[in-house]
């Protein structure tokens, strides 16, 4: 007998007939948006109102400014801060897609909202381990960015020639951002002929990156310093490096929000290392946030560890005890576990 064990969604085209009319449709990304959730839930945004939908976009936070940039994210609502607003457009919605995550937990606030919520519910998202919560969709873990998966999600229903340059900037900026400027191993083929495909359009790539990597304060680039001088800890014998980050230190240098954006990588560059860590102690719970190169699986580190997960080479996980305990418990699981 076999054992059925899979949780298996229908398939995304079982929803194109509901898209065949006017439909009311919210759309939501994870906590604290990076560059794919933004960009995968603002380029369906433009494709889906281009198709004569009325759209309401949430993000469950604040947008970080280095994506305020992008086409349309004064439309998008922070929930934080308009939570009428973004409850009104869930309860009015005929259907809820959420991209770049796959637990309502990702969307802290929303969590409730969602789960209580009866319209189909479609993911695009990948992460490992999508929770058994949505009724279409593509959970695909091996796609380097859920912006590849909402490109692959226009061309299947026959929409390649409705992409224009604002859904090419957003899908561009996930892609981009999750790829670590398509140098990580998940950049595959497929990411270029992508690509190939939005700049034979007139994509301005380069505006891109400058808007997304080059358009720092001057206090963040102190901050970078003052935290690679003080906060670092380099673990030679483990291949691994952590930073951390008290609520203290996060207010020094007039942080911004997204200041703390991509520090985890820094330790990556240093020869040597494998592993990299960023504790940061936020109001209600420390944040974990892990990187590695090679074959450290971090998705499996933040699950076992830190009540979390990822991908592969990218994760994240949290604690509800102290900074000080999360510092502590951490360097004790190294030096039991000895990552390589
Ligand atoms: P970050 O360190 O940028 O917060 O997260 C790195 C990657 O791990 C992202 O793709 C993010 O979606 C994922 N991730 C971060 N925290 C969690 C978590 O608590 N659970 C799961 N399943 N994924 C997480
Ligand atoms: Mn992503």
Same mark, same amino acid.
């Given at each position: 007998m076999e054992l059925v064990t899979g949780y298996v969604m229908?398939?995304?085209?079982?929803?194109?007939?509901?898209?065949?009319?006017?439909?009311?449709?919210?759309?939501?990304?994870? @906590?604290?948006?990076?560059?794919?959730?933004?960009?995968?839930?603002?380029?369906?945004y433009h494709y889906l109102t281009k198709k004569g939908h009325h759209v309401t976009a949430v993000s469950p936070s604040e947008m970080p400014d280095f994506l305020a940039w992008m086409p349309g994210a004064a439309l998008a609502l922070n929930y934080e801060a308009q939570p009428t607003e973004s409850l009104e457009g869930l309860a009015s919605a005929d259907l809820i897609i959420c991209a770049d995550f796959n637990d309502?937990?990702?969307?802290? @606030?929303?969590?409730?909202?969602?789960?209580?919520?009866t319209q189909p519910k479609i993911l695009i998202d990948h992460h490992l381990f999508p929770k058994p919560?949505?009724?279409?969709?593509?959970?695909?873990?091996?796609?380097?960015?859920?912006?590849?998966?909402?490109?692959?999600?226009?061309?299947?229903?026959?929409?390649?020639?409705l992409i224009d340059l604002d859904i090419a900037a957003c899908l561009y900026t996930g892609v981009m951002t999750d790829t670590?400027?398509?140098k990580f191993p998940i950049t595959t083929a497929s990411v270029h002929t992508m690509?190939?495909?939005?700049?034979?359009?007139?994509?301005? @790539?380069?505006?891109? @990156?400058?808007?997304?990597?080059?358009?720092?304060?001057?206090?963040?680039?102190?901050?970078?310093?003052?935290?690679?001088?003080?906060?670092?800890?380099?673990?030679?014998?483990?291949?691994?490096?952590?930073?951390?980050l008290s609520r203290k230190d996060q207010n020094?240098?007039?942080?911004?929000?997204?200041d703390t954006e991509g520090l985890v990588n820094y330790p990556l560059s240093i020869s040597g290392i494998r592993f990299a860590t960023l504790i940061t102690e936020r109001s209600d719970e420390v944040k974990l946030s892990f990187r590695s190169k090679g074959n450290f699986d971090v998705s499996a580190f933040a699950k076992n560890y830190f009540d979390g997960g990822g991908h592969f080479n990218a994760s994240g996980g949290r604690?509800?005890?102290?900074?000080?305990?999360?510092?502590?418990?951490?360097?004790?699981i190294l030096s039991d576990i000895h990552p390589q």
């Open positions: 229908q398939p995304i085209q079982d929803v194109f007939p509901l898209l065949r009319s006017p439909k009311k449709i919210f759309i939501t990304t994870h @906590h604290k948006p990076d560059g794919d959730a933004i960009g995968s839930m603002m380029a369906l309502f937990n990702r969307t802290k @606030h929303l969590e409730q909202a969602l789960a209580d919520a919560v949505w009724d279409y969709g593509m959970s695909i873990p091996e796609k380097s960015s859920t912006c590849e998966m909402v490109y692959d999600f226009i061309n299947l229903y026959g929409d390649n020639s670590g400027s398509f690509v190939a495909d939005l700049l034979g359009r007139g994509l301005d @790539h380069t505006r891109i @990156h400058e808007e997304v990597y080059d358009s720092w304060s001057e206090n963040r680039m102190r901050f970078l310093g003052y935290v690679l001088i003080e906060k670092m800890e380099v673990f030679r014998k483990y291949n691994s490096a952590l930073i951390s020094l240098f007039k942080s911004q929000n997204g604690t509800k005890t102290s900074f000080i305990e999360t510092i502590a418990y951490f360097k004790k």
